[in-house]
């Protein structure tokens, strides 16, 4: 998984609407979107413009796979 962004709002909803049920990915809190590295060849096709951040860190993909809170543990 890589961590991208988009450069404003619009092109986000754009990209998007063209990775939905092409990809899986998840987007984080802080903007930012995990993809699978065969995504960004597809965007770059669609001449979607992104930004690179690099690849996804272990914690990143297991924050997005739990979500942000956990459940307390008793």
Known sequence: ?????????EIERRALAFLLGR???RVLRSGEHLVPEA???????QNIPFTVKGKATYEQQLAAIRGTSTPPVQ
């Open 39 to 45: 995504a960004l060849e597809a965007l770059a096709d």
């Open 1 to 9: 998984m890589v961590t991208i962004t988009f450069p404003n709002r």
């Open 23 to 25: 990809f899986s990915g």
